[in-house]
């Protein structure tokens, strides 16, 4: 590199003074990483996943060009975390936006063909006077897998890796000894009433093709093959049984349906347009809950926002006074609920809340049964109550730093003009600390709006709206209602639904911040 | 002219005086106190309540017992308490040295797509990524079918998507102080032959260690509190965080288990607490930037 070169590069990093264990550190951490990639990079392509695989060698490509060149100095600090966003943050969201399209969730996994496999497979029976084989059950860590001895010669196989020849068998017994793998005995198969239901589930197929059919055993020592009596046809994209003579056709729905309207329980993921979002905003039992989910996350974010605040503001005014002692003791105690982790406050109030044994029924409430987390508007207070709790304090400490921040002189220029206290504060100090605490607002309506935490852990979004599907409750806001619906964690998933609602909540919270945008004018500050 | 001289009638307008304008804010004072306190007072008194169910929980501090402490350690509390650390420490700190580099680059490097970076970094931050929880699922089974030691049910993969939103607020918030570091430093540096590493290293990152700290505890913090995201990745007992375990304690067995629930949440508040307290003051000016508790 040329002396004037040197001198252009305005960020300016001398070459003279190159620490040459921090070189050689770097060199060291690329190394690694380039290992790792590479690693990734190989494993990708076995497995073959094509777009895996393209981030991996783009992300490697860009380390090492940021890292070894000269001219990308800002990109040396910012790739790590760049990287890190743009696959954990940015992908995600376009891939929510994918799903949103399609209709993944429970019975469309996978592609056709794996669709297919899984037909074959519940087709199966043992094929009539098929011979049986020698067999042993074999494991290597938690995978089990058969040997089976055919012609002289030892097969090994799992429930994903077909079999395969790794030896030869000169007496034509189950083997007792495989390379690589350790043969499970008799006895220990029979004393383990799991490792028995295992086996008996096991099935390892003869081949890639799945119409060649699979190896099964009932006895743990001889394994039979077991054929479909499903006829895949790719040409016409039909399923037939043949035992009953049923005709399955792939759907644009991304399932196999006979003509009486039947369908094969596995399907596979199609692209199915706006049918999600249509879903959201006509099906009639998804509507009327989720409209009342809906508005109530609305109220539930501006309540969120505005009554801790004015708590909060109220207290800052009456505890900004000099003449208070031990006023940092009294902030200090105040603060506290803020500085107890949410989820477990939550958990905490569901177990004071709770109608039959809480403290709250028990001691305030003179033993009465008042049923807190039962009742839908019980449990809207309830749930409020708690977050004003959580907050106040947020707002407490927020308004006191925009008191003390209140420019001294535009209040003594108002007391010499003569305005009163009320006057003062009216026209001065509110307006100063409003227009100082609004963008706070604005964000932590945002924030509400998304507050799964507490929702979740106090009750569940419930109680329960009457003939919702979905499980979803009278305290669910849209994000739990989400959770609900996505299935993730129980029930049926429907994660193309559940993603059509994410998108949709996206947009919301997009238009949001972009007012909120506007009004904190961030932009400007770096200029 | 000492008080006690003062006529009676001027000592009584005095104190009346005193009463409204300041003692009426410590009466109101004890309202909020308790408000505040209860549920912390009450969550104390059952972790000592050896009988350690819901209803028993009631009687404030009529028993005195450990036992709730000592049975933590029959159950995956410990083991729970652990991966939390882990998870949480490690993505602080990967947080902070991340937003630290950004911060660090678009606070001292003039590069074209500065701002369109900056710009974009606020946007993105806007969009919770607890909302894309499906495609996180989903991705990450797809992941874990190539790689499984970034697939479901794994630490590093829940400590990846957390610092997947490392740059967003706390790049702003370290901007901001990055730029109160003035800049003669880095050039005087530059004059004695450091390099842009050194200065980094040697003299920047000492001199910001107070927004390095806030950081890291706001990272810990909101990645202590998350359940969504911790509960989906992990799926196996042994490997969740405080959050997804005792939250199935309590939603499950809320009246047998109660007494665990309050003396887990007291050993795992208290760090926490301490740190906050102490860190205070930092804490309101970084939450003043923008962020919010999580």
Redesign the interface.
């Known amino acids: 590199m040329s002396e004037a070169h040197e001198e252009k590069t305005?960020?300016?990093?001398?070459r003279?003074?190159?620490?040459g264990w921090?070189f050689l550190v770097k060199l060291l951490i690329m190394a690694v990483v380039n290992a790792v990639g590479l690693m990734?990079i190989l494993?990708?392509f076995n497995?073959g996943?094509w777009?895996?695989l393209g981030f991996a060698v783009v992300l490697l490509a860009a380390a090492d060009y940021v890292y070894f060149s000269r001219r990308a100095?800002?990109?040396?600090?910012?790739l790590?975390?760049?990287a890190?966003?743009l696959?954990?943050?940015?992908?995600?969201?376009g891939?929510?936006g994918y799903?949103a399209f399609t209709n993944?969730g429970a019975g469309h996994v996978g592609s056709q063909q794996l669709a297919v496999n899984a037909a074959l497979q519940q087709g199966e029976r043992r094929v009539e006077n098929s011979p049986t084989v020698p067999l042993s059950v074999v494991q290597k860590g938690d995978e089990l897998g058969f040997a089976i001895v055919q012609d002289g010669e030892v097969l090994v196989g799992t429930a994903d890796e077909p079999l395969e020849v790794v030896g030869t068998s000169a007496d034509g017994k189950a083997p007792t000894e495989v390379d690589g793998w350790e043969v499970i005995g008799r006895r220990d198969l029979l004393s383990s009433q799991d490792l028995q239901t295992q086996v008996v589930n096991l099935r390892v197929p003869i081949s890639d093709d799945a119409t060649d059919g699979s190896i099964r055993t009932r006895d743990g020592s001889t394994g039979s093959i077991y054929q479909s009596s499903m006829e895949w046809d790719p040409d016409a994209q039909t399923i037939t049984d043949t035992e009953n003579g049923i005709v399955y056709r792939a759907t644009d729905q991304g399932t196999f349906t006979a003509d009486d309207g039947t369908s094969l329980t596995t399907g596979w993921i199609v692209n199915v347009g706006f049918d999600n979002f249509m879903r959201l905003f006509t099906d009639p039992t998804i509507v009327s809950p989720l409209a009342m989910v809906a508005l109530w996350t609305v109220v539930w974010a501006i309540l969120s926002v505005l009554v801790p605040f004015g708590i909060g503001l109220l207290?800052a005014f009456?505890?900004n006074?000099e003449?208070?002692r031990g006023r940092r003791i009294?902030r200090?105690?105040?603060?506290?609920?803020?500085?107890?982790?949410?989820?477990?406050?939550a958990?905490?109030?569901?177990?004071?809340f709770?109608a039959?044994?809480?403290?709250i029924n028990?001691?305030f409430f003179g033993g009465a049964n008042i049923d807190w987390l039962g009742n839908p508007w019980l449990a809207r207070l309830a749930v409020l109550f708690v977050n004003v709790?959580?907050?106040y304090?947020?707002y407490f400490?927020?308004c006191t730093?925009a008191l003390q921040s209140l420019p001294a002189s535009t209040l003594e220029a108002a007391a010499l003009d003569g305005a009163n206290r009320y006057r003062q504060m009216t026209s001065i100090i509110l307006p100063l600390v409003l227009v100082a605490t609004a963008?706070?607002l604005i964000?932590?309506f945002?924030?509400s709006f998304?507050n799964?935490?507490v929702i979740?852990?106090f009750n569940?979004g419930g109680p329960a709206i009457p003939g919702a599907p979905y499980a979803l409750g009278a305290t669910d806001i849209l994000?739990s209602a989400?959770?609900d619906i996505?299935g993730?964690?129980r029930g049926v998933a429907d994660?193309g639904l559940?993603?059509a609602l994410?998108v949709i909540?996206?947009v919301i919270?997009?238009a949001i911040?972009a007012i909120?945008?506007r009004q904190?004018k961030?932009?400007e500050?770096?200029a | 002219m000492s008080a006690d001289t003062l006529p009676e009638s001027r000592t009584s307008a005095r104190r009346k005086r005193w009463f409204l304008?300041?003692g009426w804010?410590?009466i109101?004072?004890v309202f909020?106190?308790f408000?505040?306190?209860f549920?912390?007072i009450?969550?104390v008194s059952a972790s000592l309540n050896p009988h350690g169910?819901?209803?028993a929980?009631?009687s404030l501090f009529t028993v005195f017992s450990l036992d709730n402490f000592k049975a933590l350690g029959e159950t995956s509390y410990w083991t729970w308490y652990a991966n939390t650390l882990i998870i949480g420490g490690s993505a602080a700190i990967g947080t902070v040295?991340?937003?630290a580099?950004?911060a660090?680059?678009?606070s001292?490097?003039?590069?074209s797509g500065?701002?369109v970076?900056?710009?974009t970094l606020?946007?993105?931050q806007?969009?919770?990524?607890?909302?894309?929880?499906?495609?996180?699922?989903?991705?990450l089974l797809?992941?874990g079918?190539?790689?499984p030691v970034l697939g479901l049910n794994s630490k590093l993969s829940l400590i990846?998507?957390y610092?997947?939103?490392?740059?967003?607020v706390n790049?702003?918030l370290m901007?901001?102080f990055f730029n109160t570091i003035p800049i003669e430093i880095d050039e005087s540096a530059?004059i004695d032959?450091?390099?842009?590493?050194?200065i980094?290293w040697r003299l920047i990152m000492p001199l910001v260690t107070p927004i390095l700290a806030v950081v890291a505890l706001l990272a810990f913090?909101s990645s202590?509190?998350?359940?969504?995201v911790s509960?989906?990745i992990l799926v196996s007992e042994d490997n969740w965080t405080l959050?997804v375990g005792?939250?199935q304690w309590?939603?499950n067995q809320?009246?047998s288990r109660?007494g665990l629930?309050?003396a887990g949440?007291l050993l795992?508040?208290v760090p926490?607490?301490v740190l906050?307290?102490t860190l205070?003051r930092y804490i309101?000016g970084g939450?003043?930037a923008?962020s919010?508790?999580?």
């Not at chain 1, 305005?10 to 001398?14: E, F």
């Not at chain 1, 003279?16 to 620490?19: E, K």
């Not at chain 2, 202590?224 to 969504?228: K, M, S």
């Open positions: 305005t960020t300016g990093y001398s003279r003074g190159w620490n921090g990734g494993s990708a497995a996943s777009v895996i100095l800002p990109l040396k600090y910012l790590p975390g760049l890190f966003m696959m954990f943050q940015v992908f995600i969201f891939y929510t799903i993944y207290m009456v505890y006074d003449r208070i009294l200090t105690l105040f603060i506290l609920p803020y500085a107890f982790p949410a989820f477990m406050s958990l905490l109030y569901r177990g004071m709770n039959e044994f809480g403290v028990e001691l709790w959580l907050t304090p947020y400490l927020v730093g963008p706070l964000s932590s945002a924030f998304n799964f935490t979740f852990m569940d994000i989400i959770w996505s993730v964690n994660y559940a993603s994410s909540v996206f919270v997009g911040s909120a945008f904190t961030k932009l500050e770096f | 304008e300041v804010k410590y109101f004072a909020i106190l408000y505040a306190v549920p912390l009450y969550i169910s819901l209803a929980s009631n040295l991340m937003g580099c950004a660090y680059a678009f001292r490097f003039r590069f500065r701002r970076g900056l710009t606020l946007i993105v806007m969009f919770p990524q607890a909302l894309a929880f499906v495609a996180i699922f989903l991705m797809a992941i079918e190539v790689f990846c998507v610092l997947g939103g490392a740059l967003g790049t702003f901007y901001g530059k032959g450091a390099s842009h590493a050194q980094f913090i202590f509190g998350d359940y969504i509960k989906i959050a005792m939250y309590v939603s809320l009246t109660w629930f309050a949440a795992a508040a926490v607490l906050f307290l205070q309101v939450l003043t923008g919010v508790k999580g």
